[in-house]
């Protein structure tokens, strides 16, 4: 299988909000206690990348940024089908912004040397910045696709469609190259049996899970830590604050009689100075 | 003269028609530059836009870059990064603050930017201010000390009811994106003046590297959700595809209407992703939203709450989207859309 591609799949570890553990009663969310999972949109690029190598060979790098516990993220990756995971772990990447971040990813993805398509989700639920695959390409100097849609693969070349505002769009590119994969690029499947046997197997067996997962520091791929997390990122949080409920102003009509209401809630709104019934046809 | 270098706006035109986030963006940095006593300029790339800097001036640019050539027919990552990078480096000073549209455009463009300057963008942001920032820190003393007039990007923060103010004032160009609808555009004056720079651009082989064979524009009989002016959305109340039957024909009892959905309804493949609005869908900005069984998540308040009036229909009178809309109705969305389309139609005089 010489002409397998190396691809890189980047994944995070995130809160999960849709849970109620770790969630204030505020909606703020306790990081330390918040139940975490893999950040949704970075399934369609794990399942992308699976698809790709399935059909044309080749080998799959999961690559996660975070503390130990982010590890079980490169658990999950493998019992979907990924063949390897790093974990890029290190005590001075915390608080690392978005351009820190794509430095210390960038460093990790040259580490696994030769990479042919790097893949990453459209944004992350925390963060929700969409800013770090791109931000990667600048760093290695390739092309991106985000908002990838569909994808094609003829030897080195990558024939895609990209989402844009109002269409589509149809390109051609040469391999190596970033692609931001959309949600709607890939229906998502469920883990093969066989690939969750494989990996639970390989995590009652120290020798076998060496040769699978791998822990990374800054050193060992090379990264300057003067670049990566507060001193190296040029943005900070500087203040946070509830966004204001406008409670109670909401004129709430209800009653036995729904078409009375409707009459009632209809008067009203025509008499409110807003003025939205110069649309009405 | 002002201590501090200009504003740039970077404009986002498909085929000659400028996005409403542009003019958005132009009323927004207009308000900072007045504060900081500077310039609002911007950068249009694009192929045969001579019209359009002077719509930028319109708009609220006081000087406006243009890179008009063929080569930037289409947008494509590489060639657009070129052009803005090569009219930026051709300022005498980095620009004190850059700002461009969370479009497909933005998103795929701002970041690229940011990295080639090695400085901070925030994504998304809903509001822009300028003020002063202490820095107090312990594990980046140099970063400590005391900054004045600094980009203040404002953006809730992930699923949760938080808002952040987000800081970069330690080097410029200090860069943001914003959504769509998120911002007043400037007040139009067609009788505004300004300068029209043209610039020409070198690209190198390696900018061609990513190849756009076609462009195909979607023709949609929906309206635009982002130029509508009364938007009815369903949620995961509807029940199933279906349902949006339902509002479709709701909307079709309003001008300038436009059908629009929660992230549920599009995750469960009710309706295309084009529809979504909300924090990873579309922030919208209509006279009239009206909500059939949307719950109000959090996710979808930022995309609409901005709506001059909101208007809901939930059977659970305890349902978030009630904490913050407008006007309520507590019952089944089925019985009560097709009442709400003839009382409307009802009283307006034919």
Redesign the interface.
């Known amino acids: 299988m010489s002409d397998g591609l190396r691809m890189a799949v980047l994944i995070k570890q995130v809160p999960d909000t849709s849970s109620a553990t770790g969630v204030n009663p505020d909606g703020t969310v306790d990081r330390a206690r918040a139940k975490k999972m893999i950040n949704p949109f970075d399934k369609f690029a794990l399942q992308k990348a699976i698809e790709v190598r399935n059909a044309r060979g080749g080998e799959i790098f999961v690559i996660s940024m975070g503390p130990p516990p982010a590890i079980a993220v490169l658990h999950e990756a493998l019992e979907y089908g990924a063949d390897k995971g790093y974990l890029l772990g290190d005590r001075r990447l915390a608080a690392s912004d978005t351009l820190a971040t794509a430095y210390a990813l960038y460093k990790a993805v040259l580490y696994l040397k030769d990479i042919d398509i790097i893949f990453t989700g459209l944004q992350t639920t925390d963060g929700d910045t969409a800013q770090t695959g791109p931000q990667i390409a600048e760093r290695m100097g390739v092309p991106q696709i985000s908002y990838c849609e569909t994808m094609e693969i003829e030897g080195k070349t990558v024939k895609a469609t990209r989402i844009i505002d109002g269409g589509v769009q149809r390109l051609e590119v040469e391999m190596p190259v970033l692609i931001t994969v959309a949600n709607s690029a890939v229906k998502l499947e469920h883990k093969k049996f066989a690939n969750v046997y494989k990996t639970k197997q390989a995590l009652r067996d120290k020798d076998a899970l060496a040769d699978k997962i791998f822990t990374v520091d800054l050193d060992e791929v090379e990264a300057d830590a003067t670049r990566v997390g507060l001193v190296g990122s040029p943005t900070v949080v500087g203040k946070t604050w509830k966004i204001g409920e406008k409670g109670g102003s909401c004129k709430v009509f209800k009653g036995a009689a729904p078409k009375h209401e409707v009459e009632l809630l209809v008067d009203e709104i025509s008499k409110d100075e807003r003025g939205v019934m110069e649309f009405v046809l | 003269m002002s201590q501090y270098t200009n504003i740039i706006v970077i404009a986002d035109q498909?085929q000659g028609d400028l996005?409403p986030v542009t003019m958005e963006l132009l009323g927004a940095a207009s308000e900072l530059a007045e504060k900081l006593g500077v310039k609002t300029h911007a950068i249009v790339m694009g192929s045969q836009i001579s019209h359009i800097p002077e719509v930028l001036i319109h708009n609220g640019a006081d000087e406006v870059y243009v890179v008009d050539q063929p080569e930037l027919k289409?947008?494509?990552?590489?060639t657009y990064?070129r052009a803005a990078i090569t009219v930026i480096e051709s300022l005498p000073k980095p620009p004190h603050i850059i700002l461009c549209g969370a479009?497909?455009?933005g998103?795929?463009?701002?970041?690229?930017i940011?990295?080639?300057f090695?400085?901070?963008?925030?994504?998304?942001c809903t509001e822009l201010d300028i003020g002063d920032?202490v820095?107090k820190?312990k594990?980046?003393p140099?970063?400590t000390g005391t900054f004045n007039n600094c980009l203040?990007a404002i953006r809730?923060?992930?699923?949760?009811?938080?808002?952040?103010?987000?800081?970069?004032p330690?080097?410029n160009p200090q860069m943001a994106t914003a959504r769509t609808g998120a911002m007043i555009p400037f007040k139009t004056d067609t009788t505004r003046t300004g300068k029209i720079t043209p610039m020409t651009v070198k690209f190198e082989d390696s900018d061609f590297?990513?190849?756009?064979?076609?462009?195909?524009?979607?023709v949609?009989s929906d309206l635009?959700l982002l130029k509508a002016?009364?938007i009815v959305s369903g949620g995961f109340g509807l029940g199933g595809p279906e349902g949006f039957e339902v509002v479709r024909d709701l909307a079709?009892?309003?001008?300038?209407?436009a059908v629009g959905s929660s992230r549920k309804a599009v995750d469960s493949g009710w309706i295309?992703?084009s529809h979504q609005v909300g924090?990873?869908g579309k922030t919208v900005r209509p006279?009239?939203y009206i909500a059939l069984g949307i719950s109000g998540a959090?996710q979808h308040r930022?995309g609409m709450s901005n709506s001059?009036?909101i208007?809901?229909v939930n059977k659970d009178?305890s349902a978030p989207i009630?904490?913050?809309?407008?006007?309520?109705?507590?019952?089944?969305l089925f019985?009560?859309a097709p009442?709400?389309k003839e009382?409307?139609?009802?009283?307006?005089p034919a």
């Open positions: 498909i996005r289409e947008y494509s990552t590489l990064r479009t497909t455009l998103r795929d463009l701002a970041p690229r940011a990295a080639y090695e400085t901070g963008l925030t994504a998304d920032y820095h820190g594990a980046d140099n970063k203040y809730p923060s992930f699923g949760e009811s938080l808002k952040a103010r987000i800081l970069g330690w080097k590297r990513l190849k756009v064979i076609e462009t195909v524009r979607e949609s635009d002016k009364v079709s009892v309003f001008s300038e209407s295309p992703y924090q990873t006279r009239l959090i930022v001059a009036m208007l809901a009178e009630f904490q913050f809309a407008h006007y309520g109705i507590v019952g089944d019985e009560i009442l709400l009382q409307f139609k009802q009283a307006v």
